[in-house]
């Protein structure tokens, strides 16, 4: 199956600071999506985003598809910002289109005051 | 509210009972999808719905798992003689079509 790589495991920051989040996936996609998986364990839905770039807010994203990379943008970093943030991908070209979703296995990102 | 809701959010059971939890999907969402979360991992898929067929399910599944979507509404997802391995927070997402998966809060199941 596709594999999905997240880089870097674990991020530490300062209040205030800027961020970037990379997610390597091993096939074509026809889905992207970046998650924030809050202290209760829900995901939080961050972008759709396949391919193209996207902002809302603080955030943006930008999926490369034809390299196969997309990067979560997180600017002037706040300490509700810290979670696991989940890059997950489907529709491979191996795989039935549209269906299962295949995780990263996360960035834990902390925000410090 | 709107969104995907499960039930219950914590479950705690003896190895070999049997246990069942509930997804309510966004209605108006066709496509369904149940999620296994282990700590420290990411989820990883377990099955999912189109309407009320079962159109895929993961090697993870064994046959001690069991999905249903009825009348393509809501899911239950039953795991009958439950072992240790089995403690998991079980996610449920939906979506229209291909689109964007939103994911409900998700059930913690400890077998004890």
């Known amino acids: 199956g596709i594999q999905v790589e997240q880089s870097p495991p674990d991020l530490i920051l300062q209040e205030g600071a800027n961020s970037t989040l990379r997610c390597n996936f091993s096939?074509?996609?026809?889905?992207l999506q970046w998650f924030h998986q809050n202290p209760w364990g829900q995901l939080i839905n961050l972008f759709y985003i396949p391919s193209g770039t996207k902002q809302n807010g603080r955030l943006s994203a930008t999926t490369v598809a034809t390299e196969r990379y997309s990067l979560l943008y997180i600017s002037s970093s706040q300490t509700t910002d810290s979670g696991v943030y989940f890059c997950a991908v489907g529709g491979g070209s191996r795989e039935t289109s549209g269906s299962r979703l295949t995780f990263g296995e996360g960035t834990q990102l902390t925000v410090n005051p | 509210d709107t969104g995907v809701s499960q039930d219950p959010r914590h479950k705690i059971t003896k190895r070999g009972q049997n246990v069942t939890f509930r997804c309510d999907p966004i209605?108006?969402?066709?496509?369904l999808y149940w999620y296994r979360q282990t700590l420290g991992q990411g989820p990883e898929f377990l099955t999912y719905f189109q309407n009320e067929a079962q159109l895929e399910k993961s090697r993870l599944l064994s046959d001690r798992f069991s999905a249903e979507r009825p009348k393509g509404s809501f899911s239950t997802l039953e795991i009958q003689r439950t072992e240790q391995g089995d403690s998991a927070m079980y996610l449920c997402a939906s979506s229209f079509e291909f689109v964007t998966q939103y994911f409900g809060p998700g059930t913690r199941l400890l077998v004890l």
């Open positions: 209605s108006e969402h066709n496509r």
């Open positions: 096939d074509s996609v026809n889905n």
